[in-house]
């Protein structure tokens, strides 16, 4: 049976002692491989294009540019790579701006080292982690804003509603497939037309879309 590939992984992390952390952390798991790490925004818009993550842990608070900008503009650059924020803030906004940036998944700095190893490989499965406060503070919006929410889902059919369910629910695709009784083909071609419709580029914007209306 082949071993399957580890997962390649970059970090950018401006406090050199979490950084470390995090590298010892993933290098003593298998599974993984660190490609290169980052201290700052600058430094990681040149080189990750090179190194071609399959998932990136983003700091927001770096020195210079911050990570939701380095997110911004990295995501166009590198569309099939998973990114996910590790921060310190809770707060709604910036929790909106990352997911609208193009981040996947937000995870807390004090997230113990088992759970960021599975946040690690749900985002690579295609997953959105979110740490269980985030989260929480995720849904409450959601729920807050339900009542104009109607608007950019207007222009959904009901197959591409349920499938949108499915992805603000953070469901991994193959459970929306499932419980749909659709196959990958069809429903990535479901989600294709929903992010048209809502002028969006990722799963996490979409969702931070129909959140925010």
């Known amino acids: 049976m082949t071993k399957p590939l580890p997962i390649r992984i970059c970090l950018i992390e401006d406090d050199a002692r979490l950084r470390q952390l995090f590298v010892r952390w ?9 490609l290169n790490q980052y201290a700052d925004a600058e430094s990681a ?12 842990l983003v700091d927001i608070n770096l020195p210079g540019q911050s990570g939701i900008d380095c997110v911004r503009q990295l995501k166009p650059l590198l569309p099939a790579t998973q990114f996910g924020m590790v921060t310190v803030y809770e707060d ?23 759970d960021l190893i599975i946040a690690i490989r749900e985002l690579h499965r295609g997953g959105s982690p979110m740490s269980p406060n985030i989260a929480r503070k995720v849904v409450q919006s959601f ?61 996490a914007q979409a969702v931070a879309k129909v959140a925010k209306k």
């Open 26 to 34: 993933l290098q003593h798991e298998p599974g993984f491989q660190i």
């Open 45 to 56: 818009l040149i080189g990750l294009p090179k190194d071609q993550p399959e998932v990136a």
């Open 92 to 114: 709604a906004d910036k929790i909106f701006q990352a997911l609208a940036a193009g981040a996947t998944g937000y995870i807390l700095k004090q997230t113990p080292r088992a």
């Open 143 to 203: 729920h807050h804003s339900s009542p104009t929410v109607a608007e950019p889902r207007s222009q959904l059919s009901e197959r591409e509603q349920q499938v949108l369910d499915g992805l603000v629910r953070g469901d991994l695709y193959k459970e929306i497939s499932d419980s749909l009784g659709i196959s990958m083909g069809t429903l990535h071609t479901y989600i294709r037309r929903i992010y048209e419709k809502l002028h969006v580029h990722s799963r």
